[in-house]
């Protein structure tokens, strides 16, 4: 399995300019979720998804858009990039069978709007 | 007011010391409970879940005190490799998971 995998690894957007962050699984987990992570800052969740057609805001979902049409992708989609939004994206996938499920995460998207 | 709360550190310990990590979490309905670790620039890894009869596993032992809505992590015997930033976070549905802004900890040969 690959596990969780990202693309990119960086970007770089000027301000206004619209992209997707991808993310993909390959365990058959229903729960994914996405965070962005700020220097000195814990991870703040955006938006998370508990199986393919339903998604959820989550503490920070302001300027960001997701949908998951199936249950391996869940991409992040940036709508008119600010230089707020410069920070390090990392995606994750829940099995969902229970409360004490383990996160696995990809290995992150650093991104810079400039 | 911050869901989960940690003291930043850093923590600076020799090799072989005993450390200690708190962390405070504000919500009595959270029902998961974990330690993860971060290395520099690198996607977080789990190191272990947290229960309220406490664990361990080698090195490492986790404590949850639901009462006064506290996790601790007690990692003996420190190892170089033990340097990083520790995250705690704590699950609410299922699903919501709210983490620490960490505590980075420095082992010094």
């Known amino acids: 399995n690959a596990g969780v995998t990202q693309t990119p690894k960086f970007q770089v957007l000027k301000t206004g300019q619209s992209m997707t962050l991808q993310c993909a699984q390959d365990?058959?987990?229903?729960?994914m979720s996405w965070y962005r992570q700020d220097p000195g800052m814990g991870l703040r969740l955006i938006h998370y998804s508990v199986g393919a057609g339903i998604t959820d805001q989550g503490e920070v979902p302001n300027g960001y858009n997701v949908s998951r049409s199936t249950t391996e992708d869940f991409p992040l989609r940036l709508l008119s990039a600010a230089p707020s939004q410069t920070s390090v994206y990392f995606c994750?996938?829940?099995?969902?069978?229970?409360?004490?499920?383990?996160?696995?995460f990809g290995p992150g998207t650093r991104l810079t709007v400039l | 007011r911050k869901e989960v709360e940690q003291d930043p550190g850093p923590f600076n310990v020799p090799e072989g010391a005993t450390v200690a990590f708190n962390c405070t979490y504000s919500n009595s309905a959270s029902q998961s409970f974990f330690w993860y670790r971060q290395d520099c620039r690198k996607e977080p890894k789990l190191l272990m879940s947290v229960y309220s009869s406490g664990n361990e596993d080698g090195r490492f032992t986790a404590q949850l005190n639901r009462a006064s809505q506290y996790i601790s992590l007690l990692i003996r015997d420190s190892k170089l490799s033990d340097s990083a930033t520790y995250l705690c976070?704590?699950?609410?549905?299922?699903?919501?998971?709210?983490f620490g802004s960490g505590t980075k900890l420095n082992v010094k040969p």
């Open positions: 976070v704590v699950g609410y549905n299922f699903n919501k998971f709210y």
């Open positions: 994750a996938s829940t099995p969902g069978r229970g409360s004490a499920d383990t996160q696995y």
């Open positions: 365990m058959n987990h229903e729960y």
